[in-house]
């Protein structure tokens, strides 16, 4: 199993993107090898499938060690402030569902997860469990821009509205941004925590970064 060491601070920080690709791709193999097994043709003859099959085993090893990196600023912003009816973009596996225990956010009456890839609600499910927010937590299996039309979320119905780390990853993020946005109440909440553009945009780290970031767009639209 591959290992993954603490970002470093400085030019080194730059290859981290190079290292993820790394790990991604060393799921592949695995991936392929469970399908197999278990005679799974409807994944093994789809590319879109297979995709999402793919990156729900890596993100069942990636994504609970990228929530480590991102603890520090997260667990204050998540806790104590997400209340009423709650909408969380992208939730994955559930690396951040023990933020919305009753514990943390007793306001919390319901938290629909928008969570588009199949290969993550059985992980997704186990975690519901584990926190104890079954009949709370509602799983919508359907992209965010597509919450109105198949999610059922109507217009000013949502109190809270969470985005951690996601937005980096929709390829048309400010479209996504304007669709969920009539969604919250008057005076609702929305809680972001994203990767963000560095301020060396003229400079060899601005480049890199609009490159990597073209290079995810493409990986990840559909």
């Not at 945009?201 to 073209?214: H, I, P, R």
């Amino acid at each position: 199993m591959p290992e993954v060491t603490s970002q470093a601070n400085g030019p080194i920080n730059l290859l981290f993107p190079l290292r993820i690709l790394e790990l991604s791709a060393f799921f592949l193999i695995p991936t392929l090898w469970s399908l197999l097994l278990s005679f799974d043709v409807k994944r093994l003859t789809s590319i879109e499938e297979f995709k999402d099959a793919w990156f729900a085993k890596f993100w069942a090893f990636f994504g609970p060690r990228s929530a480590e990196v991102g603890a520090s600023a997260v667990l204050p912003l998540l806790r104590h402030n997400a209340k009423g009816v709650c909408l969380d973009i992208g939730p994955g596996s559930g690396q951040w569902l023990p933020c919305y225990s009753k514990v943390d956010n007793p306001e919390i009456t319901k938290i629909y997860g928008v969570e588009p890839n199949p290969g993550m609600h059985a992980a997704l499910r186990a975690k519901i469990r584990e926190v104890g927010l079954e009949g709370t937590y509602e799983i919508i299996g359907c992209g965010a821009e597509e919450l109105g039309m198949k999610g059922g979320i109507q217009r000013e119905s949502i109190d809270t509205i969470i985005t951690v780390q996601c937005l980096c990853s929709i390829p048309t993020p400010e479209k996504v941004i304007r669709e969920l946005y009539p969604l919250l109440k008057p005076g609702g909440k929305w809680l972001v925590y994203e990767h963000v553009r560095t301020k060396y945009q003229n400079q060899f780290v601005g480049y890199w970064q609009s490159k990597f970031a073209t290079f995810r767009c493409q990986h990840d639209d559909r």
